[in-house]
């Protein structure tokens, strides 16, 4: 069965919006779940944050990187399978002051939809960062967390919209201030939800994260997507994606989903040769 | 009595072409040499080569029909007891079962009992023979959920279409046949062949639901509210790693991923097919079981250098198939008997660089009946490689497990049934892997038959 793409929109340079029929994943999604796509018969099994669901759509943030994804961008209107979804949601429930932080891509998604899902319980105040590198690489206002939160932080690293500066050192100010945060998720760049973690653990804060690693099956398999959480192996597809900052075992996590960097750079640069991408 | 003449050969794929292709190694017997091959089975009164087959295939008839050319018939007789001769033929150990027990055994040359069931089958299929299926028709048909799609799902799933339900069928991943698809390479087990059975049970009315995770997308309690009857097949597919210092470097795989990306992702294919697969050029194995095997040789034709099994015990306590094994030894792949790994050394920047044993010495017996490897002190060395493959076998899927709580399992997370093959959960059955924790295609199969026959008479109250 193939999923007919409703809907897709640059969000900046590097990244666009797709919003996909899939009303199986649609109906089942809670924040912190994601979707595992293929664009066709050939394709890969590639792991996607999801926003949101709804009318039987999912839509999603997706990065103009590989052969997977600039395909999508430039040639297709379906997907061969749109899966899950897959993972665990975060545990919706009453937090109190709870941080939603993000500075990427999959980040970004994933923002909106814990946003969305939190800020639904009474009693937390949920507060959303969301970081660019600079004004011009801001999403559309339509897809910002803005609307789903309590308490909104735009945020670029030139200071060229918003507050100046990553949301971890604005973070580390409030907490310095003695400011009480109950919880932290957060998304994105890999070294960044390392540092957060670093950062976070002096002041104590519960820091949950997604540790984002390359997956085949997503069923608990093939153990690619393979973590180390306090010494213990855990599967980022059935046991994640996201956990707690503070117990991963970085140095794994950043390096493994650069293991076949070397046949995508070759897939990528004969797809654009062919014009598929 | 008459000389007894040598087991007909069969005709294979020559080594130096078949290393760099995934086609079949053996081509299997012509017409001819089948017969040649069933002449020479002496028709025993008793034919032990039949209780040794753990579904029990009327062996001495099925060959007596290939003898007299009558392949319809050794065909149909197969299929009354194993759902998938075709695959069987090909992948059941044949030593250990019906061959290891066919009277000849002493002179050296059973009968090719294998492949003479492999050749039926074939014959069947490319002669468009298929058994005759009569779903009896009922107006209220009882439905049924099958979960997982390998042998022991297929088999199940065929055989309550036949007793009249409606059979819907619940796969996790992009494509059903479970470790046939994914695991077993398509030089031993042709993919044609899996298809081919799944189109027939689909002809059949069974309705395959693909990409739908049981315990994830679609919840365990809502089948049991859904289907007056239900079989877990969700198979073994957890990958177990050493647990040595190393392991976290790039480079190392399980066995399941490295076969996953290559059999049901067609890396072998990459950049046509997208999935990616990263092979160095010289491969460790650890493990020297079937799994094991076909990761060597799967390795071996994804374009390593050098392949090596890299085995704590002698190959002749290995697990394999006598024939894999033989096939491996042909195509070059190296092995190092009697060391175990201890740990995994990389570069500077990550990459798995070569792997420290030690080696072993046999003791006693275990549990297993097997020597136990016992490691020599000071003995350490190191194997250089760029590439690690860890084939020490599966654990029962964790996902299903922990969304269905209440379902019996053992500590390792085997399910627990009674005789029926029933589980702890009234009206729920399983069978294959994920009651044995890891065995073989053909006791998947029968489990998979003997639940449905289980299922049914439960429904009907028997
Ligand atoms: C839980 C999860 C959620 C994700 N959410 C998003 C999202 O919302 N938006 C988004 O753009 N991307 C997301 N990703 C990453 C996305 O899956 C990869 O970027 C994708 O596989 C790239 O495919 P490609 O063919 O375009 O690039 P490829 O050519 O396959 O890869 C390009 C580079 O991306 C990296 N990469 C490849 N596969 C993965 C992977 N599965 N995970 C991490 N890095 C990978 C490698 O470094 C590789 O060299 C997520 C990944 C996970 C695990
Ligand atoms: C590489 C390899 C080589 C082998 N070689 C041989 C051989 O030569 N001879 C031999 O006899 N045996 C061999 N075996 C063993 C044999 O393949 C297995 O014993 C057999 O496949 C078990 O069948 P099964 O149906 O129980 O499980 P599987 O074949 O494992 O099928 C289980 C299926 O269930 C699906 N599933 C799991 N969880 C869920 C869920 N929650 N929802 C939906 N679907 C789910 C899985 O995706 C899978 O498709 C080999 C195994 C491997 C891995
Ligand atoms: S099913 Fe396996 S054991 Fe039984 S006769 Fe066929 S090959 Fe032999
Ligand atoms: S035991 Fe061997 S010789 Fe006897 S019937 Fe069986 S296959 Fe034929
Ligand atoms: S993606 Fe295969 S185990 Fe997680």
Request: contains cysteine; aromatic residues 6%.
């Amino acid at each position: 069965m193939s999923h007919k793409i409703t809907r897709k929109m640059d969000l900046n340079s590097a990244d666009f919006y797709v919003e996909v029929e899939a009303p199986l994943v649609a109906e089942r999604f809670k924040a912190g779940n994601f979707t595992i796509l293929r664009s066709n018969p050939q394709g890969e099994r590639i792991p996607m944050s999801i926003m949101k669901a709804e009318d039987g759509k999912i839509a999603m943030f997706i990065k103009k990187l590989g052969k997977t994804s600039m395909e999508l961008y430039k040639t297709l209107d379906t997907f061969e399978n749109v899966i899950g979804p897959m993972g665990n949601p975060i545990d919706i429930k009453k937090y109190g002051n709870v941080v939603v932080a993000s500075d990427l891509v999959c980040g970004h998604a994933e923002n909106y939809a814990i946003c969305e899902a939190l800020s639904a319980v009474e009693g937390n105040h949920v507060i959303s960062y969301q970081t660019y590198p600079t004004a011009d690489e801001v999403y559309p206002d339509e897809v910002l967390a803005d609307k789903v939160c309590d308490e909104y932080h735009l945020t670029t690293e030139d200071g060229s919209r918003g507050e100046e500066g990553h949301y971890i050192d604005l973070l580390e100010e409030r907490l310095e201030k003695g400011e009480k945060i109950d919880v932290i998720f957060a998304g994105g760049a890999l070294p960044n939800l390392q540092e957060l973690g670093e950062m976070t653990k002096a002041y104590n804060v519960p820091t949950i994260v997604t540790v984002r690693q390359i997956m085949v099956d997503a069923s608990g398999m093939c153990g690619a997507c393979r973590v180390f959480i306090d010494g213990e192996m855990k599967l980022a597809c059935i046991d994640g994606p996201m956990f707690d900052a503070h117990k991963v075992d970085w140095e794994s996590a950043l390096r493994r989903p650069n293991m076949f960097v070397e046949k995508e750079t070759v897939a990528t640069k004969l797809c654009k040769e062919t014009g598929r991408c | 009595m008459a000389k007894l003449k040598p087991r007909v050969p069969v005709r294979e794929q020559p080594v130096e072409e078949r290393i760099h292709n995934f086609d079949s190694v053996p081509y299997g017997y012509n017409e001819e040499e089948a017969i040649a091959e069933a002449q020479r089975c002496i028709q025993c009164p008793n034919p032990t080569c039949e209780t040794a087959c753990p579904v029990n295939i009327k062996i001495k008839d099925m060959i007596h029909f290939i003898a007299q050319k009558q392949f319809k018939e050794a065909f149909l007789l197969t299929k009354e007891d194993d759902a998938f001769p075709a695959c069987t033929g090909r992948v059941c150990p044949q030593e250990d079962q019906c061959e290891g027990a066919c009277i000849l055994v002493k002179t050296g040359q059973p009968i090719s009992i294998g492949k003479l069931e492999g050749f039926a089958a074939d014959w069947a299929r490319k002669n468009g023979i298929k058994e005759e299926i009569k779903v009896p028709s009922t107006s209220k048909p009882k439905k049924a959920a099958v979960v997982g799609s390998g042998p022991a799902g297929l088999a199940c799933a065929a055989d309550l279409r036949k007793y009249g339900y409606e059979v819907t069928m619940f796969e996790t991943l992009h494509q059903a046949g479970g470790v046939l698809e994914y695991g077993i390479p398509n030089f031993r087990l042709p993919k044609d062949i899996v298809e081919y059975e799944l189109d027939a049970l689909e002809e059949s009315g069974v309705e395959i639901k693909l990409n739908h995770t049981v315990g994830q997308n679609i919840g365990f309690d809502e089948l049991q509210e859904e289907y007056d009857a239900i079989f877990l097949g969700t198979g073994a597919g957890a990958p177990r790693f050493m647990g040595i210092e190393g392991e976290k470097l790039n480079g190392v795989y399980s066995a399941n991923e490295f076969l996953i990306r290559a059999n049901l992702m067609k890396a072998s294919l990459f950049p046509d097919w997208d999935t990616p697969i990263m092979v160095g050029d010289k491969v460790g194995v650890i493990g020297a079981g079937n799994v094991a095997m076909d990761a060597a040789r799967t390795a071996l034709r994804l374009g390593a250098k050098e392949v090596s099994i890299i085995y704590r015990r002698k190959m002749d306590f290995s697990p394999a198939r006598a024939e894999e094994y033989e096939h491996a030894k042909e195509e070059g792949i190296i092995f190092q008997e009697l060391v175990n790994p201890v740990k995994i050394v990389g570069t500077d920047r990550g990459w798995v660089k070569g792997v420290e044993v030690v080696n072993m010495k046999l003791g006693d017996k275990d549990s297993s009946g097997r020597p136990r490897p016992i490691p020599v002190e000071g003995t350490e060395h190191i194997i250089e490689i760029d590439t690690v493959i860890e084939a020490l076998g599966t654990m029962p899927n964790r996902l299903f497990l922990s969304k269905a709580p209440e379902l019996k399992t053992d500590r390792k997370g085997i399910i627990i049934t009674d005789e029926n093959l029933m589980t702890s959960i009234p009206g729920v059955f399983a069978g294959g892997d994920a009651i044995s924790g890891g065995a073989t295609v053909i006791l998947a199969l029968g489990e998979g038959r003997r639940a449905a026959k289980a299922m049914h008479d439960y429904i009907e109250g028997k």
